[in-house]
């Protein structure tokens, strides 16, 4: 019994760790997108804290699939750009590994059109049943017909889960 | 682990069990909180609360969870 304890606490504090790298490292690599196209962070970083406290809660219950950044033309509304990262998670984990590939991230956002003119949003994709956070209501995504996507790959790795990352540009 | 919360100035302490699955700790602990402290179940965003606790307290290594005041 007291070995069993010692592995559920293993890995409810690597599960912990890897939940809050993923949603700090989540926001960071929205940042870098949204100033790789010349946007200005400021509303995004106003509103950094509800963003966290969102995907903070719905990746501990296992609920968020793809959290989006939707950047938009502000007259037309019609999406120039979208960043996905898309999440998947490990059961019982025990590897306590947490690492970020920036270089990746970079590189594919390297050579990114400015898109003077636009504004941008947080969306995220949940599971159903997910339970409501405050300062998030329901949306729609807008159509990305009209883009071509991108696989970056694997840009977030930790014991706990790991975040795939595709852009639409 | 121990999860420590106060309710209308009283402080209170749950045990979540063995559970290994932060999610299913995350609902054992909302559960509880709805079932033992009615005065809650219209609270909005308990479960927000919650899962900041877990993650404050189990992300340090700790094992004791502070949900602070849920009044």
């Not at chain 1, 991230?105 to 504004?119: F, I, S, Y």
């Not at chain 2, 309710?7 to 063995?18: A, F, K």
């Not at chain 2, 932060?22 to 919650?50: S, V």
């Amino acid at each position: 019994m007291a070995i069993s304890g010692t592995q559920v606490r293993t890995s409810v504090h690597v599960a912990a760790r890897s939940y809050v790298y993923i949603a700090n490292e989540i926001n960071r690599l929205f940042l870098e997108s949204i100033q790789s196209a010349g946007l200005d962070p400021t509303a995004y970083v106003q509103i950094q804290q509800t963003i966290e406290n969102g995907l903070r809660t719905w990746i501990t219950m296992h609920y968020l699939e793809t959290a989006h950044l939707e950047i938009l033309d502000r007259g037309s509304q019609v999406v120039r750009s979208r960043i996905d990262l898309g999440l998947s998670y490990v059961d019982s984990p025990t590897e306590d590994r947490y690492s970020t590939d920036i270089d990746r991230v970079r590189q594919a956002l390297a050579g990114t059109p400015q898109m003077a003119g636009c504004e941008y949003r947080v969306v995220v994709t949940l599971k159903d049943g997910a339970p409501a956070v405050s300062g998030w209501g329901p949306t729609a995504l807008g159509s990305i017909d009209h883009l071509q996507r991108q696989d970056v790959g694997k840009v977030i790795d930790t014991g706990g889960g790991t975040v795939q990352m595709y852009r639409y540009l | 682990m121990q999860v420590n919360y106060q309710v209308g100035g009283d402080r209170h302490t749950y045990d979540p069990g063995t559970s290994e699955d932060l999610g299913d700790i995350t609902r054992g602990i909302e559960e509880h909180l709805r079932r033992n402290h009615p005065e809650l179940a219209g609270r909005d965003h308990l479960t927000e609360k919650i899962a900041d606790g877990l993650l404050n307290g189990l992300a340090g290594d700790g094992t004791d969870i502070e949900l602070g005041d849920l009044s």
